[in-house]
């Protein structure tokens, strides 16, 4: 069962990524003849990119103060008098950082396929809405299958690295250990939600105030500097915050599910990592279902998406 697990993690990955080179493969500029058009498209793009990528780094940098802050606290408070032979704090620790650093790549990977897919979409709908659907879902799939994937190879890789340091540990206490994974993953996404949510709200009043109010200017018109950043808000807050709270929200409900099967099945390993083997088993599920999203018109988007999660 772990090598299906762990295979279906690699698959999820692997799927992310060719969906990832499909998008960004697209030229920036297809279909658009009028050179000032495409400076225009250049030149916007770049800008949300460079300040999303600018926002990420300096939110990162701060988030591994707390990081290693809070994981000397785990190391240091958590303890099972039961088990004096093992430090439980050490491991959970380890498990936390290990949570965290994933789930920040989460919201890496959802911010970059967005700043690379936005700009494409527009163009793809020049041509048609169905071009349109097709990009947008594309890079939609990228976080989503790269998300579960590293949720599901965190889960099943720690649980191998800890049942191998620490043999014949009653399962109880190892499930223990591991949902400092899920605290790793929901405290970073408790970070990307938060900080890009004011930051979004923040770039949107002002935007509004200064351009509508003040100069007159239509609303999201690239002439008011402030709009780009309020487009940065919407990458930060939606779009890299969302991958964060998804993964945070697979990873925590998942282990709560382990550490409860632990005290029911601790001598049934298929029992034990069924909760993980479910996530694994959605990641095929869910390429297949990516074959049925078939759209013409632009009145066959939302049935197709319907039917996807439906599907599925």
Known sequence: MVTAIMAS????????????LKVANIPLTQG?????????????HGAIARGAMAFLKAEYKY????MAGFAIVIALLIDDPHTPEVNEG???????????????VSGFIGMRIA?????????????????????????GAVMGFGLVGLAVLGLGGIYLILDALLPGIEKHILMEVMAG??????????????????????????????????????????????VIADNV?????DVAGMGADLFGSCAESTCAALVIGAVAFATNLEALLFPILISAVGI????????????????????????LLVIA
């Open 115 to 139: 700043t690379i897919g936005n700009a494409r979409t527009t163009t793809a709908a020049k041509n048609s809405i169905a071009e349109a659907f097709y990009v947008a879902l594309n890079s």
């Open 181 to 226: 994974f899920g605290l790793g993953g929901s405290s970073i996404a408790l970070f990307g939600r938060v900080s890009g949510g004011i930051f979004t709200k923040a770039a949107d009043v002002g935007a509004d105030l200064v351009g509508k109010v003040e100069q007159g200017i239509p609303e999201d018109d690239p002439r008011n500097p402030a």
């Open 9 to 20: 993690a690699l698959l999820g990955l692997g799927i992310a990524l060719i969906y990832y």
């Open 284 to 307: 095929p599920i869910s390429l297949v279902t990516m074959f049925t999203a078939r759209v013409k018109e632009e009145k066959d988007v939302a049935p197709a998406l319907k039917r």
């Open 233 to 237: 808000g919407d990458n930060v807050g």
């Open 90 to 104: 050490i491991y959970t620790a380890i498990s936390f950082l290990l949570g965290c650093v994933i789930s920040i």
């Open 32 to 44: 658009i003849e009028n050179s000032e058009e495409a400076e225009k498209l250049i030149k916007i």
């Open 63 to 66: 988030m591994v103060y707390f």
